[in-house]
């Protein structure tokens, strides 16, 4: 599946105060805009991240409050989950902001199953958004003091069509490995474009469009439709993204 030559950054499980802010000055002087898919908790404990993620022009997606396995959750808890963490965000931002981009933590099993999931579904609709995996995994959480492993796995995993790439904006070594892996993707004459971007050239779903009403184009508008296989349950480093969020550090 390819995505025009085009790359969309997106940063899961933050804010952090250790790693965010350095994450956004590299893709401020880059001048690249990524999606950050937060933790709810981690909103709530530093608001002024979100504004800043905000202001920089930059996507926010919902990554539920306390970074949970959906699959074992009641349908209520997967609601609550949601709205803690809209609620998170509109009180970081001062005002509601609506986020319509929700990406599941321990995601692997929904691409596999959706039907063990239809109160996550419908929550989902009823909340208006959209449910945004990635197509490439640069395993970055794993590869701890490792930058330069993180730059050579996403120069071999990236298809020349581009895609969805996975990063961690908790993890030190994706700040370091960053400012390189841009500059490959650029050398290499790759686009960079947002999730919201390709959503719309994909499905012609117009960005303001997603804020507005999403429900006409749902079924169709999960994006990437079918990963490129890096997300399949045996994949442990995609489970075990799980494990990067303690629920009470910072
Ligand atoms: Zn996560």
Redesign the pocket.
Known sequence: MGFGHQIALTF??GPDLATTPSILDILHSYNIKATF?V?GARAEQHPDLIKRIVSEGHTLGN??YY?RDLTKLTPEQVLEELWDTQAAIDQALGSHFQVTLF?P???ASYDIEPARLPSLQEALREQKMYRVMWTVDSNDWALRDQPESIVTNLAQSTPEGGGVILF?DTQPQTVEALPKILEDYRASGFKFNSVRGLLDQKYGIEPDGIQADPNDAYAEATLPLKASGNNVPEDLHSLA??L??SGSTS
């Open positions: 899961d499980d898919f933790v990554h539920t970074h990406r933590p321990c995601a961690h993204e799980c990067t969020y």
